[in-house]
């Protein structure tokens, strides 16, 4: 059964300008996770936020956790080329871990 | 780079055979799993181990099946292949201790093609 659900399905940005994605769960999480998927390859871990906190940072990324709305946001700032992949959040629940449909983003030069 | 391997790359088989998709990693993690996804879609949980000699069957209902006899294997193995198996099979890895803060590592993926 799905746990989340990304949006939008597709994004097409222009270089350098920031990226969002919001992910929604139904159930109650231990944590939430976002991974990377270039095309036709394996996924990337990217950032991983547990339930008790409500932001976080790994460098160009920034992720937001709201329980109360059971909502994610993954925000690439001042995107480039190489962001151009499929992005999938997924949530901890039983110690197995569910992925959404996922997000494909698509910088433009 | 990543520490979990999977062979082959690509698999294209004829209808009716056997067939076992490899997976290993390196890192001693205990727990492994194995995902299934068709092309640009979602990624479905087919199966599951804790540890050795421990395997789960996953969300997904699917004809193959797992074995986990060492810690740092986890083949899965379809018996019977039909095109409807057609699509892409992602391992991942995890140590049960560190999930709460490092997430799946994941294999670069088999793309499987039935004929």
């Known amino acids: 059964s799905q746990q989340g659900e990304e949006d939008p399905q597709a994004l097409s940005i222009q270089e350098g300008e920031n990226a969002t994605m919001n992910c929604s769960y139904k159930t109650s999480i231990n944590n939430l996770q976002w991974y990377r998927q270039n095309s036709g390859r394996g996924l990337v871990h990217l950032i991983l936020i547990r339930s008790n906190e409500r932001e976080k940072h790994s460098g160009r990324l920034r992720v937001t956790l709201d329980t109360s709305k059971k909502s994610s946001s993954l925000l690439i700032t001042a995107s480039r080329a190489a962001d151009t992949a499929s992005y999938f959040c997924?949530?901890?629940?039983?110690?197995?871990?569910?992925f959404g449909k996922g997000t494909r983003l698509h910088i433009l030069p | 780079e990543a520490d979990i391997y999977q062979t082959p790359r690509y698999l294209v088989i004829g209808t009716g055979k056997k067939i076992t998709l490899e997976c290993s990693q390196t890192?001693?993690?205990?727990?492994m799993y194995w995902y299934q996804q068709d092309p640009g879609m979602e990624l479905h949980l087919i199966h599951y181990s804790y540890g050795v000699n421990s395997t789960e069957k996953g969300d997904l209902s699917s004809e193959s099946t797992v074995s986990r006899i060492r810690t740092e294997h986890f083949p899965l193995t379809l018996e019977s292949a039909r095109p409807s198996h057609t699509s892409q099979y992602l391992c991942?890895?995890?140590?049960?201790?560190?999930?709460?803060?490092?997430?799946?590592?994941f294999g670069s993926g088999t793309r499987l093609t039935v004929v």
């Open positions: 890192m001693g993690h205990d727990k």
């Open positions: 991942a890895s995890s140590d049960r201790g560190r999930q709460g803060s490092y997430g799946y590592t």
């Open positions: 997924a949530t901890d629940r039983d110690d197995k871990i569910i």
